[in-house]
């Protein structure tokens, strides 16, 4: 499985960004798929997870900002993320586990595949 993210960059408080990540050599019947984020110096935290059925989980910081969703004919997840603020500044990671759940945990050492990660930086 590989994951390419892209779609990080600089923005103001309270704008928008929309991240991408194309996955390859996945089955979405057999896969679970997440976002997570690292700010420096903490640990990588989940953001948002979503399963075969489009069911979504969403850390509490995020819940009414930040919307996970799936383009299945191009194999691609995306995390539109509004409102930004600067405690969203991080490095995103694209993730996935090969376990189909039911609203997917946001547990770092349940998904064995990671992107390389995009820088968000969020500033007044």
């Known amino acids: 499985v590989q994951l390419v993210e892209s779609g990080g960059g600089s923005v103001q408080t309270g704008g928008s960004l929309r991240l991408s990540c194309v996955a390859s050599?996945?089955?979405?019947?057999?896969?679970?798929m997440a976002w997570f984020r690292q700010a420096p110096g903490m640990e990588r935290e989940g953001v948002a997870s979503i399963d075969h059925y489009d069911s979504a989980v969403y850390a509490d910081s995020v819940k009414g900002r930040f919307t996970i969703s799936k383009d299945r004919a191009k194999n691609t997840l995306y995390l539109q993320m509004s409102s930004l603020r600067s405690d969203d500044t991080a490095v995103y990671y694209c993730?996935?586990?090969?376990?189909?759940?039911?609203?997917?945990?946001?547990?770092?050492?349940?998904?064995?595949?990671w992107g390389q990660g995009t820088q968000v930086t969020v500033s007044s």
């Open positions: 050599g996945y089955s979405d019947s057999d896969y679970s």
């Open positions: 993730a996935a586990a090969a376990w189909s759940w039911i609203c997917p945990p946001l547990t770092r050492s349940r998904y064995g595949y």
